[in-house]
């Protein structure tokens, strides 16, 4: 299978300051990467689509601007909540699809939980 | 933007005994996937089985199969010999066409409680 890391599992924050979770693709090449939030007991929200090498693109309603989103190579993808409030506290996943072989599926990482203080 | 339905929030279902999920979905595009996906309490997603759109034939994985009714939008998960293990939230989720970024969209999810 295909194996999707993420990183920090778990990090808790205090209210103004900025948190970066990495997202890595340990043995696929993946193009396109996703980042869901998940509020307890609900389902994944899709945040927003990122792109290696391009802008991502966000989903309506979520704020580029407080959920940075970065893809600088085919296995990194890095969601950065900048100046974190306590209502950004939630779990966010990230997923990945193959480059190459391409089998529609989507391969998720652990999540990340974050608690802002 | 494509929409998923689970009506059932909650499932139980004795071990060893068998269980169907339900997932609705509506689409407009005629390529697509479908997934169903386990999340366990390690909250780690995991491919339980996938179903290509364009195949009539239901996709079956072990003790898991699916009754994919394409003209109704209807894709639904049987799970046969519960075992302990298969307790977990499960979503249903859509990969929608590659002019669409090939977006997944999910359900609300239902919680499968296995009884001893």
């Known amino acids: 299978g295909a194996v999707v890391s993420q990183h920090p599992s778990r990090v808790i924050c205090k209210s103004g300051t900025s948190v970066k979770i990495e997202c890595r693709s340990l043995d696929f090449q993946a193009t396109t990467m996703f980042w869901y939030r998940q509020f307890p007991k609900q389902s994944l929200m899709l945040m927003a689509t990122?792109?290696?090498?391009?802008?991502?693109?966000?989903e309506q309603g979520v704020e580029k601007d407080k959920f940075l989103i970065n893809h600088a190579s085919l296995t990194l993808s890095t969601l950065t909540v900048t100046s974190a409030h306590p209502e950004d506290s939630s779990f966010y996943i990230c997923?990945?699809?193959?480059?190459?072989?391409?089998?529609?599926?989507?391969?998720f990482g652990e999540g990340s939980r974050l608690t802002v203080l | 933007a494509q929409t998923v339905t689970q009506s059932q929030p909650e499932m139980s279902v004795q071990e060893a005994e068998t269980v169907t999920l339900s997932c609705t979905y509506d689409t407009s595009e005629s390529d697509y996937y479908l997934f169903w996906y386990k999340q366990p309490p390690s909250r780690q997603m995991i491919l339980v089985i996938r179903q290509e759109a364009y195949k009539q034939q239901n996709a079956t994985e072990n003790r898991f199969s699916v009754n994919f009714q394409k003209a109704a939008k209807s894709f639904s998960l049987k799970i046969s010999d519960s075992q302990l293990g298969d307790a977990a939230m499960y979503f249903c989720?859509?990969?929608?066409?590659?002019?669409?970024?090939?977006?997944?969209?999910f359900g609300s999810g239902t919680k499968l409680n296995v009884k001893p």
């Open positions: 997923s990945a699809r193959k480059q190459v072989d391409d089998t529609g599926e989507l391969f």
């Open positions: 990122s792109n290696e090498g391009s802008k991502a693109t966000y």
């Open positions: 989720a859509y990969r929608s066409a590659p002019a669409n970024f090939n977006k997944f969209y």
